[in-house]
Structure formats: C-alpha cells, structure tokens
C-alpha cells in the first residue's frame, strides 16, 4: 500500500512538471511570433531629395504662420518622386493642418512647431474617426488619407499648445453632451447626436460635425495608410487624442515623447491597424498612454477590421488611466499584442495592463503576452480586466464580448490596490489567464475575479507569499 501511494504521488508530480514545461513551451513560442511580425514591419525609405521650407517661404518666427510653405514643400517634393522636407532649427508656427503626402518625411532639425488654437483653422472637415465613430470633423492638426510611406523624424516639439483656456474645456461645454442623465435635445448636441448616428447607421456622407460640435480634433492622424514612421519627435499638448492611426498599418514609432494632461489626452492609439511596432517611447498623459482599438458599437462591426500583430517594447509609462490598453473602441476586436520590457510608474497611473469592454462594444480580445514589466506604482491594479465598462452607455446590450488568452510573466510590482481585478460576464467568462514567476508587493486589498475561467498562477508572489489559485 505504501509503494502504491508513492507511485501515484511521484506519477502526480510527473504530470506537474509535464504541464509546467508545456505551458512554458506554449510561452515560448508564442514570443516567437515576433520574429515573423517584424520581418513584415519594413521603415519607409525615401529618395536623396531635401527641400528646405525656408525656401518655400517659411519663416522661424513663432509670429509668422508657416503653414502654407511647409504644405507647398510637402506637395512639391511628393509630386516629383518623395525625400526629405527639411525643417531647420527655430521656432515655427502653424495656423491649419498639415497634410502629409506619399513618400515625404517631414524632418526637424531641432525645430519646434506652434499650432494655432483656432478651430477655423482646421476646416474645412475631412472624413475621419473620432471615439470609433466614422464622420466629418475638423482636421487634425497633421493628417493623412490614403497615402503610403510617410514619416516625421528629427528632434524637435510639435505642441498643439491645447490648455484649460483652448480646446481642452470643450469636453465640458453644454453643447457637448454626455451619456450619463441622457438630456431630452439629443440631437442639438455634439457627442450624443453622434452616438445615435452611429447606433442608427445614418450614412457616413450625412455625418457632418466640425464648426459648433465641440468634437475636439486628435493631434496625428492617418488613414488608410500604410509605410509610416514617427521617431524623435516629442509631442506636447494635444486638443484630444495624440496619436491615432486608423486602418493603417507597417507603422513604426520609435523614440517619441508624449506629454499632455488634457481630457482624453490618449498617448497613442492605434485603430484597426495591423503590423505596428512601439518602442523606445514615453508617455505621460492625462488618460491612457496606449489604447488599442478597432471601432466602436455598430461602427466597428460594419467595417470589422481587428487591431493585430502589435508590439510595445522598451517604453516608459507615467501619468495615465493605463499603461498599456486594449479598449474600450474594440468592437472590431484585437488579437496578437506584445508587451516586453516596459517600465510603469506613477502614483497617478491607474493600471499598467488593462482590457475595457461591454455589451455594446461587443467584440473578441485574445492572445495577449506581456513580460519583464517592472512597475513602481499603479493605483487599482496590475492587470484589469472589465467587461461592464461604461454600464450607463446607450445603445443594444446584444453584443457579447469575449476576452481569452491573456499570459503575463516576470511583472515586478512595488505599489498596488489591487494585484489583480477581473470582472467577467456570466455568459462570457474571462477565460486563460496566466501569471508566472512574478512578485507583486505592496498590495492592499484583496483581489476581485467574477466570472473568470482557467486562472492560473505559477511562481506568483503577492505581498512575498506565494499566491495560491
């Protein structure tokens, strides 16, 4: 009787170890898919060409609008063929967008350039999306449709110079609108006579916005574009959004630096966008520092393009809702995100990881991996999973979400409310959570999991005490 319990005890032990190397295996090699995602993501090259702006009329006077000389330098150099737009050392200004063109890097040469906080400046609209809702808005402050190898590179600043007194207090004008206490004149306000367009399908041609809608304009924005390379360049202060490719993709942001605390000041937000490669970045933003969507409510399920094959690495997250994020404009889903070696640490960064979606939303979020994540301080949690975000939404609550596949490892954490806070649906589990040889202190409440299936913990250390499932 003895031997037979010894042999079930060392066959249990045996199927243990079996399964900790497979899941390591599965790890593993699922890490590789780098490789094959970065072979895709190629850096434009452009022709040996330099057109210079000052030639072009521009002026480095922070008095002179320069934006008409750097617009004919763009259009000139793309028109023959592509290069470099030279933009020397001083101090510009802006009055209106900047329209990027096929095969033109826009380079600064330690130059800063001034946006001009009038709205008008930015009409007339073009088509665009604005919280995953496609429409006519005003232009953001650099743009570009159905172009193809684009890049802006050098040193300088592009500050969109929004502040409490220019664009930013437009989020809390009546005119606005909000969700929450829906008021009865839906229609004569911005934000929510857009939700119902969307929620109506109204055709895209009859959602006209821009001058008295008080949608504020994103800093960076593409569309349908592809080839597109940001590096060196700091952006400052932007009137919404920063960063915002929307179904593009081969994109490259390298060496950027992100700084605004503005409402909805995401850092980068890549949208339906497929091959994006983010690294040596920082980010220090008055919402989410990254945000990966792919459209919202019905928007994103009639175009029902994923986010995918999307990689952060080597980057730096301070102020922010979330360091790394996923949502909540998902309803086209998102698959295949890799996060490594990031640092994360602020007392005003909310989570470092976090996944946000609803019935409305609806869409699939899988295949997740994130490790070596060393993260000082976060407010709420390491990893924050929730699937009843924003329950006062208007809109059908028929579109069940779906979030599966989600492998974190090596994650360092000194400061937490909470290690993890998970919250799944009864007819949607969170289902495949793995955390493996990580240690998580500095911990102060106990952990929330509703509705979460398949959670596994291996080598966990919470509050130096090895965490049990």
Same mark, same amino acid.
């Given at each position: 009787?003895?031997?037979?319990?010894?042999?079930?005890?060392?066959?249990?032990?045996?199927?243990?170890?079996?399964?900790?190397?497979?899941? @390591?295996?599965?790890?593993?090699?699922?890490?590789?898919?780098?490789?094959?995602?970065?072979?895709?993501?190629?850096?434009?090259?452009?022709?040996?060409?330099?057109?210079?702006?000052?030639?072009?009329?521009?002026?480095?006077?922070?008095?002179?609008?320069?934006?008409?000389?750097?617009?004919?330098?763009?259009?000139?150099?793309?028109?023959?063929?592509?290069?470099?737009?030279?933009?020397?050392?001083?101090?510009?200004?802006?009055?209106?967008?900047?329209?990027?063109?096929?095969?033109?890097?826009?380079?600064?040469?330690?130059?800063?350039?001034?946006?001009?906080?009038?709205?008008?400046?930015?009409?007339?609209?073009?088509?665009?999306?604005?919280?995953?809702?496609?429409?006519?808005?005003?232009?953001?402050?650099?743009?570009?449709?159905?172009?193809?190898?684009?890049?802006?590179?050098?040193?300088?600043?592009?500050?969109?110079?929004?502040?409490?007194?220019?664009?930013?207090?437009?989020?809390?004008?009546?005119?606005?609108?909000?969700?929450?206490?829906?008021?009865?004149?839906?229609?004569?306000?911005?934000?929510?006579?857009?939700?119902?367009?969307?929620?109506?399908?109204?055709?895209?041609?009859?959602?006209?916005?821009?001058?008295?809608?008080?949608?504020?304009?994103?800093?960076?924005?593409?569309?349908?574009?592809?080839?597109?390379?940001?590096?060196?360049?700091?952006?400052?202060?932007?009137?919404?959004?920063?960063? @915002?490719?929307?179904?593009?993709?081969?994109?490259?942001?390298?060496?950027?630096?992100?700084?605004?605390?503005?409402?909805?000041?995401?850092?980068?937000?890549?949208?339906?966008?497929?091959?994006?490669?983010?690294?040596?970045?920082?980010?220090?933003?008055?919402?989410?520092?990254?945000?990966?969507?792919?459209?919202?409510?019905?928007?994103?399920?009639?175009?029902?393009?994923?986010?995918?094959?999307?990689?952060?690495?080597?980057?730096?997250?301070?102020?922010? @809702?979330?360091?790394?994020?996923?949502?909540?404009?998902?309803?086209?889903?998102?698959?295949?995100?890799?996060?490594?070696?990031?640092?994360?640490?602020?007392?005003?960064?909310?989570?470092?990881?976090?996944?946000?979606?609803?019935?409305?939303?609806?869409?699939?979020?899988?295949?997740?991996?994130?490790?070596?994540?060393?993260?000082?301080?976060?407010?709420?949690?390491?990893?924050?999973?929730?699937?009843?975000?924003?329950?006062?939404?208007?809109?059908?609550?028929?579109?069940?979400?779906?979030?599966?596949?989600?492998?974190?490892?090596?994650?360092?954490?000194?400061?937490?409310?909470?290690?993890?806070?998970?919250?799944?649906?009864?007819?949607?589990?969170?289902?495949?959570?793995?955390?493996?040889?990580?240690?998580?202190?500095?911990?102060?409440?106990?952990?929330?999991?509703?509705?979460?299936?398949?959670?596994?913990?291996?080598?966990?250390?919470?509050?130096?005490?090895?965490?049990?499932?």
């Amino acid at each position: 009787m003895k031997n037979f319990n010894l042999k079930i005890f060392f066959t249990f032990l045996i199927v243990l170890i079996f399964q900790s190397c497979t899941n @390591h295996s599965e790890f593993d090699q699922n890490w590789k898919q780098i490789d094959n995602i970065l072979d895709t993501i190629v850096e434009p090259s452009f022709n040996n060409v330099e057109l210079n702006i000052i030639d072009f009329g521009a002026k480095a006077d922070s008095t002179f609008d320069s934006n008409e000389a750097i617009q004919n330098a763009i259009d000139e150099c793309s028109k023959n063929g592509g290069g470099k737009v030279i933009i020397p050392e001083g101090n510009y200004f802006s009055a209106g967008s900047i329209f990027l063109k096929s095969n033109v890097n826009l380079h600064l040469q330690n130059a800063n350039i001034n946006f001009s906080t009038n709205s008008q400046d930015y009409l007339p609209v073009v088509f665009t999306r604005w919280e995953g809702i496609e429409l006519y808005n005003y232009s953001a402050l650099i743009y570009a449709k159905d172009q193809e190898n684009i890049a802006i590179t050098g040193k300088g600043i592009l500050n969109g110079n929004a502040t409490n007194e220019k664009w930013w207090p437009w989020k809390g004008r009546t005119e606005y609108g909000f969700i929450d206490g829906m008021p009865s004149q839906l229609d004569s306000l911005s934000r929510p006579r857009l939700l119902r367009m969307n929620i109506s399908q109204a055709p895209v041609e009859e959602r006209i916005f821009g001058n008295g809608y008080y949608l504020r304009p994103n800093f960076f924005q593409t569309i349908n574009c592809k080839n597109i390379l940001i590096d060196g360049i700091t952006f400052k202060d932007s009137p919404m959004w920063f960063l @915002h490719p929307v179904l593009s993709e081969n994109i490259i942001v390298r060496n950027v630096k992100v700084e605004g605390h503005g409402p909805n000041n995401d850092g980068l937000d890549p949208e339906s966008c497929k091959n994006v490669l983010i690294e040596n970045c920082e980010f220090n933003t008055g919402d989410d520092c990254i945000a990966i969507k792919s459209g919202r409510n019905a928007d994103g399920r009639r175009i029902n393009v994923p986010s995918e094959n999307i990689i952060v690495r080597n980057c730096k997250m301070l102020d922010g @809702h979330g360091g790394v994020v996923i949502g909540s404009e998902i309803s086209g889903g998102c698959k295949n995100v890799f996060v490594e070696n990031c640092e994360m640490d602020s007392p005003n960064l909310d989570r470092a990881i976090r996944i946000k979606t609803n019935t409305i939303r609806g869409g699939v979020v899988e295949n997740i991996f994130v490790r070596n994540i060393k993260i000082g301080e976060v407010k709420e949690a390491v990893l924050r999973v929730n699937l009843l975000y924003e329950p006062k939404e208007i809109g059908e609550r028929n579109f069940i979400p779906k979030v599966k596949n989600i492998y974190l490892s090596e994650i360092k954490s000194n400061k937490s409310e909470r290690a993890f806070y998970l919250e799944g649906l009864e007819n949607s589990t969170i289902d495949n959570i793995s955390i493996s040889n990580s240690a998580l202190n500095g911990v102060g409440k106990e952990n929330i999991m509703n509705n979460v299936k398949n959670f596994s913990a291996e080598n966990v250390y919470v509050n130096n005490e090895l965490y049990k499932n």
